[in-house]
C-alpha cells in the first residue's frame, strides 16, 4: 500500500439557507476529498469485551486498496467466501425458532468456509439479527479457533457517537484507547 491514501468525503460550502435550497447539490462542488483522519481500534464493551477496528472512507475508495487494508494491514485471512446479509433497517419480529435457526445457520457457514460477513452496520432490522448472532457466538466461544470475521459498512452519519473516532482518544475506566493509532503506508 505504499503511496496509498485513504480519502474521506467532507461537505463544503452552504447549499441550504434556513429551509429554502439555494443551489443544486453537486458532489464537485460540495464535496472536498482530504485524507481520512477517522481511523484505528474501538472498543466494544460489555461482556464479550472486544476490540475492533474501524476506517471512515470516501464512497469511491478503490475495493482493492479496502482490500489490501484488510487482508495486509488488518491480517484478516483472505475469504473463502462473502456473505452479505442486507435488508431494511426497520426492525421486524421473527418468531424464536426462525431467529434460532437463523443465527446458528449464519455462524455455521462463516465458521465452516472461512467467510466474510458483511451487513450495513447498524443495529436494525436485519442487520440487528447478525450483530447478535456474532455476539453470540463471541460470548460462547473460549478460543480462537473457528473465529469469524464480521464487517459493517454504515455511512457516516448514521454511525452514533462519531465525533470520538476522529483523531481522539477516549477513557474507558482505566484503559486508554487510542482512536488514532498508526498510519499505514
Known amino acids: 500500500m505504499t503511496g496509498?491514501?485513504?480519502t474521506v468525503s467532507t461537505l463544503t460550502g452552504s447549499i441550504m439557507t434556513g429551509s429554502i435550497l439555494t443551489?443544486?447539490?453537486?458532489?464537485?462542488?460540495?464535496?472536498?476529498?482530504?485524507?481520512?483522519?477517522?481511523?484505528?481500534?474501538?472498543?466494544?464493551g460489555g461482556l464479550g469485551q472486544?476490540?475492533?477496528?474501524?476506517?471512515?472512507?470516501?464512497?469511491?475508495?478503490?475495493?482493492d486498496l479496502l482490500y489490501q487494508l484488510l487482508t495486509e494491514q488488518?491480517?484478516?485471512?483472505?475469504?473463502?467466501?462473502?456473505?452479505s446479509v442486507t435488508g431494511g433497517?426497520?426492525?421486524?419480529?421473527?418468531?424464536?425458532?426462525?431467529?434460532?435457526l437463523f443465527r446458528r445457520g449464519l455462524i455455521k457457514v462463516a465458521?465452516?468456509?472461512?467467510?466474510?460477513?458483511?451487513?450495513?452496520?447498524?443495529?436494525?432490522?436485519?442487520m440487528k439479527h447478525v450483530g447478535q448472532?456474532?455476539?453470540e457466538y463471541?460470548?460462547?466461544?473460549?478460543?480462537?479457533e473457528g473465529q469469524i470475521v464480521a464487517i459493517g459498512v454504515a455511512t457516516w452519519g448514521a454511525i452514533h457517537n462519531r465525533r470520538p473516532l476522529v483523531h481522539l482518544e477516549v477513557r474507558t475506566g482505566e484503559r486508554v484507547i487510542l482512536f488514532k493509532t498508526r498510519m499505514w503506508p
Open 4 to 6: 496509498s491514501i485513504m
Open 111 to 126: 465458521q465452516t468456509t472461512g467467510a466474510w460477513i458483511i451487513t450495513g452496520g447498524t443495529h436494525a432490522g436485519v
Open 23 to 44: 443551489e443544486t447539490w453537486d458532489r464537485h462542488r460540495h464535496v472536498h476529498e482530504v485524507p481520512t483522519d477517522a481511523y484505528g481500534d474501538i472498543w466494544f
Open 89 to 100: 433497517a426497520k426492525n421486524f419480529y421473527m418468531k424464536p425458532h426462525l431467529t434460532a
Open 50 to 63: 472486544k476490540i475492533g477496528k474501524y476506517v471512515r472512507v470516501s464512497s469511491d475508495t478503490s475495493p
Open 133 to 135: 448472532a456474532v455476539r
Open 138 to 144: 463471541v460470548l460462547s466461544s473460549g478460543s480462537m
Open 74 to 83: 488488518w491480517k484478516l485471512p483472505p475469504p473463502n467466501l462473502l456473505i
